[in-house]
């Protein structure tokens, strides 16, 4: 997900958060499953998925869900990784259905490191704070509250809702839910289309909404390994050839390298409306830059912002590096982890060649395992996107709204991969610096939440009818 510094918040003693402090009945019903979900570690190695999973599982079976209409999955080598999928079925069997995706696990937190326990929901000055109350417990409680509310209600859709709550989005290593599913049971999640997070909102400092965004595609995250080896020596007699420094002019040269700049469909209409919006210096550059994706001049003036730098092009950043074997000898090994981010329709192929041009004969690139599909963007479908915005102008008046191509990534690219078009749903407004995902002391309104629940129930409705 995706920057200003924090907003203070009102001095309050920080205290867990009572079920009481809801208005409405159903509100409480949804706090107590959040509180839940949030307070279940799902750090990858440290908790468990398959807990939370088992969790969704039986609230759903308590609302009348038959055990026909779950499916849990987990594979031997990853049993606290698991997930679950349910199934409202609809009344017409032509239409296809819609999937509700979401992620169980969590960014790793330590206690030492946050003012509060992170995995101990507290409120605090109009907020929730704990690991995941954003990334992406949010959206998975909403998900999973709609399911348990539809079948309590008696709502009958014509489409087909299903919901996928899965493990290891957080990882590159770890058991993934929705690249199995994918890969293994691609019936069981077949869907027209999917909603997911990525989209959201934006509120200016004082808590007051500026836009809406709904992600319509995004990059593929990618890993390389540059690596420099030498035969090394003792230090007191160096060489001209050295592992450090050669892996270093490598890393160098990848940061002064700047991949083209391209648009798709959704990146041209974001920026198009930016600059309408934006004018001025940078309105002006990035008109010109639509014109003309080579115009350097333009380029520089737009990629001061670094997110709107990000969302022009491939980028690739040195991440990790080791090196040497003892303080006084020459380093024999010497290696960089290079992250980057692949625009859409660019292979991993392409980018592990531009890699290997700018590192040099001397310093081997290897793409790393997993390799990702390549991304593909989804279409800026009016059926889709008409009733996001029909929906937020009952729920949201006169807040405008952005099509966006996430410049990090999310599970929607295994789906995608497999031809399901994958939207990151708007509604959930965040603060100016995106609330600490990922980062320390996550937090959410407790209005934005409340807020995005209201919804994105309303939205998903709209389209199961």
Same mark, same amino acid.
């Given at each position: 997900?995706?920057?200003?510094?924090?907003?203070?918040?009102?001095?309050?003693?920080?205290?867990?958060?009572?079920?009481?402090?809801?208005?409405?009945? /159903?509100?409480?019903?949804?706090?107590?499953?959040?509180?839940?979900?949030?307070?279940?570690?799902?750090?990858?190695?440290?908790?468990?998925?398959?807990?939370?999973?088992?969790?969704?599982?039986?609230?759903? #079976?308590?609302?009348?869900?038959?055990?026909?209409?779950?499916?849990?999955?987990?594979?031997?080598?990853?049993?606290?990784?698991?997930? &679950?999928?349910?199934?409202?079925?609809?009344?017409?069997?032509?239409?296809?259905?819609?999937?509700?995706?979401?992620?169980?696990? @969590?960014?790793?937190?330590?206690?030492?490191?946050?003012?509060?326990?992170?995995?101990?929901?507290?409120?605090?000055?109009?907020?929730?704070?704990?690991?995941?109350?954003?990334?992406?417990?949010?959206?998975?409680?909403?998900?999973?509250? %709609?399911? *348990?509310?539809?079948?309590?209600?008696?709502?009958?859709? #014509?489409? !087909?809702?299903?919901?996928?709550?899965?493990?290891?989005?957080?990882?590159?290593?770890?058991?993934?839910?929705?690249?199995?599913?994918?890969?293994?049971?691609? /019936?069981?999640? %077949?869907?027209?289309?999917?909603?997911?997070?990525?989209?959201?909102?934006?509120?200016?400092?004082?808590?007051?909404?500026?836009?809406?965004?709904?992600?319509?595609?995004?990059?593929?995250?990618?890993?390389?390994?540059?690596?420099?080896?030498?035969?090394?020596?003792?230090?007191?007699?160096?060489? $001209?050839?050295?592992?450090?420094?050669?892996?270093?002019?490598?890393?160098?040269?990848?940061?002064?390298?700047?991949?083209? @700049?391209?648009?798709?469909?959704?990146?041209?209409?974001?920026?198009?409306?930016?600059?309408?919006?934006?004018?001025?210096?940078?309105?002006?550059?990035?008109?010109?830059?639509?014109?003309?994706?080579?115009?350097?001049?333009?380029?520089?003036? @737009?990629?001061?912002?670094?997110?709107?730098?990000?969302?022009?092009?491939? =980028?690739? *950043?040195?991440?990790?590096?080791?090196?040497?074997?003892?303080?006084?000898?020459?380093?024999?090994?010497? =290696?960089?982890?290079?992250?980057?981010? &692949?625009? $859409?329709?660019?292979?991993?192929?392409?980018?592990?060649?531009?890699?290997?041009?700018?590192?040099?004969?001397?310093?081997?690139?290897?793409?790393?395992?997993?390799?990702?599909?390549?991304?593909?963007?989804?279409?800026?479908?009016?059926? &889709?996107?008409?009733?996001?915005?029909?929906? %937020? #102008?009952?729920?949201?008046?006169?807040? $405008?709204?952005?099509?966006?191509?996430?410049?990090?990534?999310? /599970?929607?690219?295994?789906?995608?991969? &497999?031809?399901?078009?994958?939207?990151?749903?708007?509604? !959930?407004?965040?603060?100016?610096?995106?609330?600490?995902?990922?980062?320390?002391?996550?937090?959410?309104?407790?209005?934005?939440?409340?807020?995005?629940?209201?919804?994105?129930?309303?939205?998903?409705?709209?389209?199961?009818?």
């Amino acid at each position: 997900m995706r920057k200003v510094g924090l907003i203070a918040a009102a001095v309050m003693a920080a205290v867990p958060v009572a079920a009481g402090a809801q208005a409405r009945a /159903d509100e409480k019903a949804f706090f107590d499953l959040y509180k839940e979900m949030v307070e279940t570690n799902t750090v990858a190695k440290v908790g468990s998925c398959t807990k939370a999973a088992a969790q969704v599982g039986a609230r759903l #079976k308590a609302a009348g869900y038959a055990d026909g209409d779950i499916t849990y999955f987990s594979v031997p080598e990853h049993p606290q990784d698991g997930g &679950i999928v349910a199934v409202l079925k609809g009344t017409d069997a032509g239409v296809k259905p819609m999937l509700l995706l979401g992620h169980l696990d @969590v960014v790793e937190a330590k206690r030492a490191d946050w003012q509060r326990d992170p995995f101990t929901l507290v409120e605090e000055g109009g907020y929730y704070y704990a690991r995941g109350t954003v990334d992406d417990k949010a959206m998975s409680a909403i998900w999973a509250d %709609a399911m *348990v509310r539809f079948k309590q209600q008696g709502y009958r859709p #014509k489409r !087909t809702i299903k919901l996928a709550l899965t493990c290891g989005e957080e990882t590159t290593w770890a058991f993934n839910g929705a690249q199995w599913l994918a890969q293994n049971k691609p /019936d069981l999640i %077949a869907a027209e289309f999917a909603l997911n997070e990525g989209g959201g909102g934006l509120l200016d400092a004082k808590g007051r909404r500026q836009l809406l965004s709904v992600q319509v595609g995004e990059k593929a995250a990618q890993n390389y390994t540059l690596l420099a080896t030498n035969p090394g020596g003792h230090s007191s007699a160096p060489t $001209p050839e050295n592992a450090i420094y050669e892996l270093a002019d490598a890393i160098k040269a990848v940061q002064g390298y700047e991949f083209p @700049v391209k648009f798709t469909d959704t990146t041209r209409a974001f920026f198009a409306a930016n600059a309408r919006m934006r004018g001025g210096e940078l309105g002006g550059a990035i008109t010109r830059l639509l014109a003309d994706p080579q115009d350097k001049a333009a380029d520089a003036i @737009v990629s001061r912002d670094k997110v709107m730098h990000s969302t022009l092009r491939t =980028t690739c *950043v040195a991440t990790l590096v080791e090196a040497g074997h003892a303080e006084n000898a020459l380093p024999q090994r010497a =290696t960089a982890n290079v992250n980057c981010r &692949i625009f $859409p329709g660019e292979t991993v192929d392409t980018t592990l060649a531009t890699l290997k041009e700018l590192a040099g004969p001397k310093v081997t690139v290897t793409a790393n395992q997993p390799i990702r599909p390549i991304a593909v963007p989804p279409a800026l479908d009016p059926k &889709i996107i008409g009733p996001m915005e029909a929906v %937020a #102008k009952k729920h949201f008046p006169g807040v $405008p709204m952005l099509p966006t191509m996430s410049t990090g990534a999310t /599970d929607g690219i295994f789906l995608e991969a &497999i031809g399901i078009p994958v939207y990151g749903a708007p509604g !959930t407004f965040l603060d100016p610096d995106f609330n600490g995902i990922h980062g320390l002391n996550e937090r959410i309104r407790v209005s934005s939440l409340y807020g995005a629940r209201d919804y994105l129930f309303d939205l998903v409705k709209a389209y199961a009818g």
